[in-house]
């Protein structure tokens, strides 16, 4: 299951449901990772709020699209790239 760093603020957003989508640039690292996901089927991948071992966590089932981001949700302007849609909140751990 890929891993990806995330904000807290970010973070807490998706954990509340406020924000149903994180952004990912189209770049060649994340091309390698996400790029196998293209296919519109729903997958798994853990966020972490932070890169110590103690840092909350959670698994979401999400769908892979690319297109604009809302800058109300971390997008820049103009950003376009890769958009995880948040399906589901299956796990969310607060240490």
Not at 41 to 50: N, Q, S
């Amino acid at each position: 299951m890929l891993t990806l760093p995330i904000k807290t603020k970010w973070f807490e957003m998706i954990a509340t449901k406020v924000k149903p989508e994180e952004y990912r640039d189209k770049s060649p690292y994340y091309i390698a990772r996400l790029g196998k996901y293209s296919d519109g089927k729903p997958f798994r991948i853990r966020f972490r709020a932070g890169y110590k071992r103690t840092s909350p966590l959670m698994v979401c089932v999400c769908t892979l699209h690319e297109g604009p981001g809302r800058e109300e949700w971390g997008a820049a302007p103009g950003w376009e790239g890769y958009i995880l849609k948040i399906e589901k909140v299956e796990v969310l751990l607060w240490f």
